[in-house]
């Protein structure tokens, strides 16, 4: 009896860490996953107001006099919405936030996965040459830690010893 109420203490343990640990939760019920940053911005005629949920790493971000702007080279994700970064990429695009986000935050480099709205598209340059990128409004954000380990809950759980003389 003694075993299995051990065993059954380290199972209930197991999923309560596991529980503990966040990915980000985006509703992709009605989203077209086939729907790419590049044929986006081909197709925003067609495509104005679509939901999405793309992801990649952030190429630059600035904040604008009433929203941030963050460029993103977009990326596959996988089942935990999470860039593929060994895969091809998908796209240039960008996120613009109707409010002040820390840009300190948001810097080269960085994993982000968004959920949001296709709103338009925006021309710019990528050295030489005129690029189009679309331009999504986004619901959520999820930045992925800078370490590239999964998120680590504000939750612990330890044992210690103590000795006292």
């Not at 060994?86 to 960008?94: D, K, L, V, Y």
């Not at 840009?103 to 960085?110: I, N, P």
């Not at 925006?122 to 690029?131: D, N």
Request: net charge neutral; charged share 20%.
């Amino acid at each position: 009896m003694r075993l299995s109420a051990k065993a059954a203490f380290i199972a209930v343990m197991a999923l309560l860490l596991a529980a503990c640990a966040s990915n980000p939760k985006f509703d992709a019920q009605g989203v077209d996953k086939s729907l790419t940053p590049q044929r986006a911005a081909v197709e925003i005629e067609t495509q104005r107001e679509a939901r999405v949920i793309w992801g990649g790493i952030i190429l630059s971000s600035g904040n604008l006099k009433e929203s941030t702007q963050i460029e993103v080279l977009g990326y596959p994700l996988d089942n935990a919405f999470r860039p593929d970064i060994n895969a091809t990429p998908t796209g240039r695009f960008f996120v613009i936030k109707q409010s002040y986000l820390e840009t300190a935050d948001f810097v080269t480099g960085r994993l982000i996965s968004v959920s949001g709205v296709l709103r338009r598209t925006h021309t710019g340059q990528i050295g030489e040459a005129a690029y189009t990128y679309p331009v999504m409004e986004p619901a959520e954000i999820y930045l992925w830690p800078r370490d590239g380990r999964e998120p680590q809950s504000n939750v612990h759980f330890g044992f210690g010893l103590s000795i006292i003389r």
